[in-house]
């Protein structure tokens, strides 16, 4: 990260601590302004808040990693999440799970390099007598197979 960004980056959190204030209790709402406008809370903005906030770094990560909302790594433009609960599971999901694993050459948790997509799991999304399911962004995909799911992601941009 580049001084300037860096820079930038206290300002806006100095700014936020400005309208949330200095107690335990702005901690989320300084993170969710962050992640708002960064889409991630980087190492350094965490840092940042703990020294402003005059809390100790793990804190700050420990409520990233609570809440599923908040993410301190960068994401995809578009967030793929296969459903791992058990009607989905017992319809042959793996082979769903092998053949996207294949085609984007990433693990679940990752993003792909070119920011397109990051690969995650969700528990079951109500769709279990479809099932295999996926969502795409806010949108859900059943009656998975292996090809259908690779042409599902193949579409998106
Ligand atoms: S178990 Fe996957 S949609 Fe219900």
Redesign the pocket.
Known sequence: MLVEEKNALTEEIENYVDEFGTERSALLPVLQAIQRKHSYISDFAQQEVARMLDIHPVEVYSVISFYAFLHSKPRGRNIVRL???????MED?KSVEDAIVRELGIRFGETTKDKRITLEYT??????D????MIVNERVF?KLDPEKAVNILNEIN
């Open positions: 459903c791992r609960t058990i009607s989905c599971d999901k528990n079951c999304v109500g769709m279990c479809q099932s295999p399911a059943t």
